[in-house]
């Protein structure tokens, strides 16, 4: 079940914007964060959510999206997130705990994917330019950006070619490959 999961959590890039997430099941993902593992048990995370359309287009402004894709600006109106999850560290708490942002982020991702919501952790972000738009407390640092939505593509993975090429591409229907290196090759 947990593989299942894993493989549907893909970092998807289009979405079907007009189909919200209802703000319950945002707070239900940062719950799921909350329970995760932090070093030293700090528990420096805290967590803008959003499912407002105005929010969401601003958000959309300061966030890059897929740099493999050099001709591709993002998604279009109507293609673009419907909800955003902020991952913020508190630096009053406690700084420097990047592995706790990727277990939070994961846990996030995972806890969508079990109800069919994709999303792509976006750390190309204009974080002072953000935190100023959202008017976020200087304490409140930017770490990544969680784009959440419903899918409107379809993701498949495969294994890495010969050349080694590990960067993902689309094909001319749109399918967004993604290379991935063998199991005997991770293996030490």
């Keep these: 079940m947990l593989k299942d999961l894993v493989l549907a959590n893909r970092s998807y890039r289009r979405f079907y914007q007009d189909k919200q997430i ?74 420097g705990y990047q592995r706790d942002q990727g277990i939070a982020a994961q846990t996030i991702m995972l806890g969508a994917a079990e109800q069919e919501i994709g999303g792509c952790m976006i750390a190309s972000v204009k974080r002072k330019e953000l935190a100023k738009l959202l008017d976020l407390p200087d304490h409140l640092n930017i770490e990544l950006v969680l784009a959440l939505g419903y899918p409107k593509e379809e993701v498949v993975i495969e294994d890495i070619h010969e050349e080694g090429d590990i960067k993902y591409w689309r094909d001319e229907n749109g399918i967004h490959h993604v290379p991935k290196r063998g199991l005997n090759e991770l293996i030490v």
């Design 22 to 95: 209802s703000k319950e099941t945002l707070i239900g993902f940062v719950d799921l964060a909350r329970l995760t593992p932090s070093s030293r048990n700090i528990q420096a995370l805290k967590f803008f959510v959003t499912n407002d359309i105005n929010i969401n287009a601003k958000i959309f402004q300061h966030v890059a999206w897929a740099s493999y894709l050099k001709d591709w600006p993002g998604p279009k109106e109507g293609e673009r997130p419907s909800a955003y999850i902020i991952i913020m560290e508190d630096s009053k708490i406690g700084e």
